[in-house]
Nanobody
Framework: QVQLVESGGGLVQAGGSLRLSCVAS????????MGWFRQAPGKEREFVAT????????YLVDSVKGRFTISRDNAKNTVYLQMNSLKPEDTAVYYC????????????????????WGQGTQVTISS
Protein backbone atom coordinates (compact mmCIF):
# COMPACT_ATOMS: atom_id res chain seq x y z
CA GLN A 1 0.00 0.00 0.00
CA VAL A 2 1.43 3.34 -1.09
CA GLN A 3 0.77 6.50 0.87
CA LEU A 4 1.11 9.88 -0.82
CA VAL A 5 1.37 13.21 0.99
CA GLU A 6 1.26 16.49 -0.90
CA SER A 7 2.55 19.82 0.33
CA GLY A 8 3.42 23.24 -1.00
CA GLY A 9 0.02 24.66 -1.79
CA GLY A 10 -1.03 28.13 -0.76
CA LEU A 11 -2.33 31.52 -1.79
CA VAL A 12 -0.33 33.53 -4.31
CA GLN A 13 -1.00 36.40 -6.66
CA ALA A 14 -1.37 35.90 -10.37
CA GLY A 15 2.02 35.66 -12.01
CA GLY A 16 3.57 34.06 -8.96
CA SER A 17 5.05 30.62 -8.46
CA LEU A 18 4.56 27.60 -6.24
CA ARG A 19 6.29 24.25 -6.03
CA LEU A 20 4.19 21.29 -4.98
CA SER A 21 5.82 18.21 -3.52
CA CYS A 22 4.45 14.71 -3.07
CA VAL A 23 6.28 12.23 -0.88
CA ALA A 24 5.53 8.54 -1.31
CA SER A 25 5.92 5.80 1.28
CA UNK A 26 5.03 2.15 1.62
CA UNK A 27 6.16 1.04 -1.83
CA UNK A 28 9.10 0.99 -4.20
CA UNK A 29 8.93 4.46 -5.69
CA UNK A 30 10.87 3.51 -8.81
CA UNK A 31 8.05 1.16 -9.82
CA UNK A 32 5.52 3.96 -10.12
CA UNK A 33 4.56 6.48 -12.73
CA MET A 34 3.38 9.64 -10.99
CA GLY A 35 0.75 12.15 -11.92
CA TRP A 36 -0.67 15.45 -10.81
CA PHE A 37 -4.36 16.20 -11.18
CA ARG A 38 -6.47 19.13 -10.03
CA GLN A 39 -10.09 19.73 -9.19
CA ALA A 40 -11.76 23.11 -9.02
CA PRO A 41 -15.09 23.60 -7.21
CA GLY A 42 -17.96 22.23 -9.25
CA LYS A 43 -15.67 20.70 -11.86
CA GLU A 44 -14.37 17.23 -12.57
CA ARG A 45 -10.87 16.20 -11.67
CA GLU A 46 -8.57 16.98 -14.55
CA PHE A 47 -5.14 15.79 -15.59
CA VAL A 48 -2.25 18.23 -15.19
CA ALA A 49 1.04 16.36 -15.61
CA THR A 50 2.61 12.93 -15.49
CA UNK A 51 6.10 11.48 -15.34
CA UNK A 52 7.27 7.93 -15.88
CA UNK A 53 9.29 5.92 -13.37
CA UNK A 54 12.69 7.20 -14.47
CA UNK A 55 11.75 10.80 -15.19
CA UNK A 56 12.64 10.30 -18.83
CA UNK A 57 9.10 10.75 -20.09
CA UNK A 58 6.79 13.56 -19.11
CA TYR A 59 3.54 14.92 -20.43
CA LEU A 60 1.58 18.02 -19.46
CA VAL A 61 -1.84 19.28 -20.40
CA ASP A 62 -1.72 22.07 -22.98
CA SER A 63 -3.06 24.70 -20.60
CA VAL A 64 0.03 24.45 -18.39
CA LYS A 65 2.75 23.75 -20.93
CA GLY A 66 5.50 26.33 -20.72
CA ARG A 67 4.43 27.28 -17.19
CA PHE A 68 4.52 24.03 -15.18
CA THR A 69 7.25 21.42 -14.90
CA ILE A 70 6.99 17.94 -13.41
CA SER A 71 10.06 16.21 -12.04
CA ARG A 72 10.97 13.48 -9.58
CA ASP A 73 13.76 12.51 -7.23
CA ASN A 74 13.68 8.76 -6.80
CA ALA A 75 16.27 8.90 -4.02
CA LYS A 76 13.83 11.04 -2.01
CA ASN A 77 10.63 9.22 -3.10
CA THR A 78 9.32 12.60 -4.17
CA VAL A 79 7.63 14.05 -7.23
CA TYR A 80 7.43 17.80 -7.79
CA LEU A 81 5.22 20.18 -9.72
CA GLN A 82 6.88 23.53 -10.32
CA MET A 83 4.21 26.05 -11.22
CA ASN A 84 5.20 29.42 -12.66
CA SER A 85 3.22 32.30 -14.16
CA LEU A 86 0.18 31.19 -12.20
CA LYS A 87 -3.26 32.29 -13.30
CA PRO A 88 -6.55 32.51 -11.37
CA GLU A 89 -7.84 29.60 -13.45
CA ASP A 90 -5.14 27.41 -11.90
CA THR A 91 -7.01 27.63 -8.60
CA ALA A 92 -7.92 24.11 -7.49
CA VAL A 93 -7.11 21.31 -5.12
CA TYR A 94 -4.06 19.54 -6.54
CA TYR A 95 -3.74 15.79 -6.11
CA CYS A 96 -0.75 13.53 -6.50
CA UNK A 97 -1.32 10.02 -7.85
CA UNK A 98 0.75 6.88 -8.38
CA UNK A 99 0.45 4.02 -10.82
CA UNK A 100 2.41 0.80 -10.67
CA UNK A 101 4.09 0.46 -14.07
CA UNK A 102 7.12 -1.82 -13.62
CA UNK A 103 9.57 0.38 -15.58
CA UNK A 104 7.25 1.27 -18.44
CA UNK A 105 8.01 4.31 -20.58
CA UNK A 106 4.33 5.09 -20.98
CA UNK A 107 2.66 8.12 -19.50
CA UNK A 108 -0.85 8.06 -18.08
CA UNK A 109 -3.44 10.82 -18.17
CA UNK A 110 -6.70 9.35 -16.87
CA UNK A 111 -7.66 9.34 -13.18
CA UNK A 112 -8.75 5.74 -13.61
CA UNK A 113 -5.20 4.79 -14.63
CA UNK A 114 -3.89 5.47 -11.12
CA UNK A 115 -3.89 3.14 -8.14
CA UNK A 116 -3.10 5.53 -5.27
CA TRP A 117 -3.99 9.11 -4.43
CA GLY A 118 -2.93 11.75 -1.94
CA GLN A 119 -5.28 13.88 0.09
CA GLY A 120 -4.71 17.01 -1.99
CA THR A 121 -3.30 20.46 -1.39
CA GLN A 122 -5.15 23.71 -2.05
CA VAL A 123 -3.75 26.18 -4.56
CA THR A 124 -5.43 29.56 -4.74
CA ILE A 125 -4.39 32.26 -7.21
CA SER A 126 -5.68 35.77 -6.65
CA SER A 127 -6.11 38.20 -9.52
Amino acid sequence: QVQLVESGGGLVQAGGSLRLSCVASGGIFNYYAMGWFRQAPGKEREFVATINWSGGSTYLVDSVKGRFTISRDNAKNTVYLQMNSLKPEDTAVYYCAAKSTAFSTRTYTLPSDYNYWGQGTQVTISS
